[in-house]
């Protein structure tokens, strides 16, 4: 990662790549006032940067020809990961599985050179991907998980690749995708690399599995409030909208879907105070990522009293309206994530406030349809007229890239009806169920959501006027 140099020019250091919480601040991507030597932190400070490789300065730094890891790669891989948090035993554990891999020629890359950098990266890729078992599952997420499972999901795998990538000299730092390529919320993190010449690339080992086209940030971003908003002359090209992260930016964004373990005997209440109090300091370590104050209505829902009952208690409703208020916060900086809206939602008909939660979830089939309905035309070959039965009814829809799309389509729908039925409109909600259903049976050999969310019990409970 870039200490207090960038290849970039200074307004896009400035304005684009600096912690954008704070945009009056000049920061380097890692967060580190880059105009005051005075303020530059040492590997002591909680947000130093990574560490250089052992013969820095960077700058017209080649390799050495040797193949695998050197032993000054290894050095660097160590403080890289130190500076990560990993603990010495994790530290050591992954630099050993990474020097296991097999490399051969592949990091003999001149690192002055961007088009030996880019044939370079690619392969790195490739064999981090393979040597990582790289996966959304459970265990997978931190530096901890990688070493003792060789499992890693985008947060695990992007820790590992800047650790690479700094230790190799390159320039590279986290970012948090914000939207994918269709402009869809996600949950996300990917990795971009600096190039000499002074494009980008981005590198991930999950959602997109590739290393992206070269770009110029300052080109092909624009700011767009909390995020860099892709040009959408370029839109499919690259993720939608992005976030880099600094280097603390991206230990809290790891610590806060990780929190300490309790004791097996913890009550709820105890966890969810946990989760709370874990959501309520990374908010204040980084306010502008909207996951954190889901996680902190996760906490909240936790801890609730009476979260099992079907009517909240009288003490339930300041906890309720917390939760409320974190989750508008969460659409607000990622307005086109369903996930967020689907738990305000949810939050609003407990409230008893059954109208702004039905307003609520008519945005979940917003966002939902605005990616979901565009991809589903183009793959099923149908035309602009077709009708979503017939979109629903083709192959296309039951295919491993979309049937997980259908699933949240027909839960969103159900929950829509369940709204509706609670404001009183009891015949609306029944229609509306009742279409759903039908939607759900298509395509012929698909598992039915419908009945699977239990759906033809609404329609039961919201019978008669």
Not at 137 to 162: H, I, K, P
Request: charged share 25%; aromatic share 6%; with cysteine.
């Amino acid at each position: 990662m870039v200490r207090g140099i960038t290849t970039l020019p200074p307004r896009v250091v400035g304005e684009l790549q600096a912690d954008l919480v704070q945009p009056a601040v000049v920061r380097s991507p890692v967060g580190v006032d880059t105009t005051d030597p005075s303020l530059r932190p040492t590997l002591a400070q909680a947000d130093a940067p990574l560490p250089g490789p052992l013969d820095a300065p960077r700058v017209g730094r080649l390799s050495l020809g040797q193949p695998g890891l050197t032993l000054s790669t290894q050095a660097g891989l160590r403080r890289a990961f130190d500076s990560l948090g990993a603990d010495p035993s994790t530290r050591d554990a992954l630099v050993a599985r990474l020097a296991a891999l097999p490399w051969g020629d592949t990091l003999s890359f001149d690192r002055t050179d961007s088009e030996s950098i880019l044939r370079a990266l690619p392969r790195m890729h490739d064999i981090l991907k393979a040597g990582l078992k790289v996966d959304s599952g459970e265990n997978s997420l931190t530096l901890r998980d990688v070493a003792a499972n060789g499992n890693a999901n985008c947060f695990g795998s992007s820790q590992v690749f800047l650790a690479l990538a700094d230790a190799l000299g390159l320039h590279a730092r986290s970012i948090q995708v914000s939207e994918t390529t269709s402009g869809r919320g996600t949950l996300h993190v990917a990795s971009m690399v600096d190039l000499p010449d002074g494009r980008q690339v981005t590198v991930d080992l999950l959602y997109r599995d590739a290393v992206s086209q070269p770009f110029k940030l300052d080109e092909a971003y624009r700011r767009d409030g909390n995020v860099l908003r892709l040009n959408e002359a370029l839109a499919g090209q690259h993720y939608a909208a992005i976030r880099p992260l600094s280097l603390a930016q991206l230990r809290t964004f790891v610590d806060s879907q990780s929190p300490p373990p309790l004791d097996l005997r913890a009550t709820s209440a105890e966890r969810g105070a946990l989760t709370v109090a874990h959501a309520r300091t990374a908010i204040g370590a980084d306010p502008g990522n909207p996951w954190l104050y889901a996680t902190l209505a996760d906490g909240l829902e936790v801890a609730r009293p009476g979260r099992f009952d079907d009517t909240p208690r009288p003490e339930d409703f300041s906890n309720l309206r917390e939760q409320e208020a974190a989750l508008r916060r969460a659409t607000e900086l990622s307005p086109s994530f369903e996930e967020f809206y689907m738990q305000l939602g949810r939050v609003q008909d407990k409230l008893g406030e059954h109208g702004a939660a039905v307003a609520t979830r008519r945005r979940v089939l917003e966002v939902l349809e605005a990616d979901f309905i565009p991809r589903l035309r183009a793959a099923s070959g149908l035309g602009a007229s077709a009708s979503l039965s017939e979109l629903l009814a083709s192959p296309a829809a039951a295919s491993r890239d979309l049937g997980y799309l259908v699933e949240t389509l027909i839960s969103a729908r159900i929950d829509l009806g369940v709204s509706l039925g609670r404001t009183g409109d009891r015949a609306t909600a029944r229609a509306y169920l009742e279409e759903t259903r039908r939607l759900a049976s298509m395509p012929p050999g698909s598992t039915n959501w419908f009945d699977y969310y239990s759906g033809q019990s609404y329609i039961d409970k919201f019978q008669g006027p």
